[in-house]
């Protein structure tokens, strides 16, 4: 989909970059703490999005359509949304539960034919299952699944699998990614708790020595 100058300036930027190289500083809010610019590598988002892939099923037959530009995960698209159209009949779906609300809710929903769609992922917010059922049986999403994460982690820690029975997908986060280590305290009934996390796509670049999730 691109010229011959477009393929020697990728080889001349692949032999340019390192794997440890940053690739985006995405900023957020913080689940806890004062708003900070998260610096990723190129390690931390491919090994991310390739151990999703994994996790998803996704094959040379999947064609995911992402989150709108507005939001993160547009960093991380290889080509731009607006050369696709109803026609290239995406298999799979990307959203925060906001998102699939205002799909659903959209006047014209039914007017769309959406039997090429079998899979999905929904994340960014506590996904309610009233929400997860109107996806699988109204937009065809029967292998959706749940993830769970944070920016400063690339962002993915915990995504549910293929193999989970539905009802089971929809109710946690699922489980752990590969390569990642999660720590859980033993505290009180009914206090706030932490959730450490370590993997090889944490966000510690020039920041090794302060950096814990």
Request: aromatic share 8%; with cysteine.
């Given at each position: 989909?691109?010229?011959?100058g477009?393929?020697l300036?990728?080889?001349?930027?692949?032999?340019?970059?390192?794997?440890?190289d940053?690739i985006?500083?995405?900023?957020?809010?913080?689940?806890?703490g004062?708003?900070?610019?998260a610096?990723?590598?190129?390690?931390?988002?491919?090994?991310?999005?390739?151990?999703?892939?994994?996790?998803?099923?996704?094959?040379?037959?999947?064609?995911?359509?992402p989150?709108?530009?507005?939001e993160?995960l547009?960093?991380?698209?290889?080509?731009?949304?607006?050369?696709?159209?109803?026609?290239d009949?995406?298999?799979?779906l990307?959203?925060?539960?906001?998102?699939?609300?205002d799909?659903?809710?959209?006047?014209?929903?039914?007017?769309?034919?959406?039997?090429?769609?079998r899979?999905?992922?929904?994340?960014?917010a506590p996904?309610?299952?009233?929400?997860?059922r109107?996806?699988?049986?109204?937009?065809?999403?029967?292998?959706?699944?749940?993830?769970?994460?944070?920016?400063e982690?690339?962002?993915?820690?915990?995504?549910?699998?293929?193999?989970?029975?539905?009802?089971?997908?929809?109710?946690?986060?699922?489980?752990?990614?590969?390569?990642?280590?999660?720590?859980?305290y033993?505290?009180?009934?009914?206090?706030i708790?932490?959730?450490?996390?370590?993997?090889?796509?944490?966000?510690?670049?020039n920041?090794w020595?302060k950096?814990?999730?």
């Amino acid at each position: 989909m691109g010229s011959e100058g477009d393929r020697l300036k990728l080889m001349k930027t692949e032999r340019e970059t390192q794997p440890d190289d940053p690739i985006i500083i995405q900023y957020t809010s913080g689940t806890t703490g004062q708003p900070k610019g998260a610096t990723l590598t190129h390690h931390n988002i491919l090994n991310n999005a390739y151990f999703i892939g994994i996790r998803a099923g996704y094959h040379e037959q999947t064609c995911v359509f992402p989150a709108p530009s507005f939001e993160a995960l547009a960093a991380i698209q290889a080509i731009d949304e607006e050369k696709y159209g109803p026609a290239d009949k995406c298999t799979a779906l990307y959203g925060t539960p906001t998102m699939f609300i205002d799909m659903l809710n959209h006047p014209d929903f039914l007017n769309y034919n959406l039997n090429s769609i079998r899979s999905g992922i929904i994340s960014g917010a506590p996904c309610p299952a009233t929400l997860c059922r109107r996806m699988v049986n109204e937009m065809n999403m029967k292998d959706m699944q749940v993830c769970y994460g944070t920016t400063e982690i690339s962002p993915i820690a915990f995504m549910s699998t293929r193999d989970d029975p539905p009802e089971q997908r929809i109710k946690n986060v699922g489980h752990i990614m590969d390569h990642l280590e999660v720590m859980q305290y033993s505290i009180m009934c009914f206090a706030i708790g932490n959730l450490n996390m370590r993997s090889v796509g944490a966000s510690v670049l020039n920041v090794w020595h302060k950096t814990f999730f």
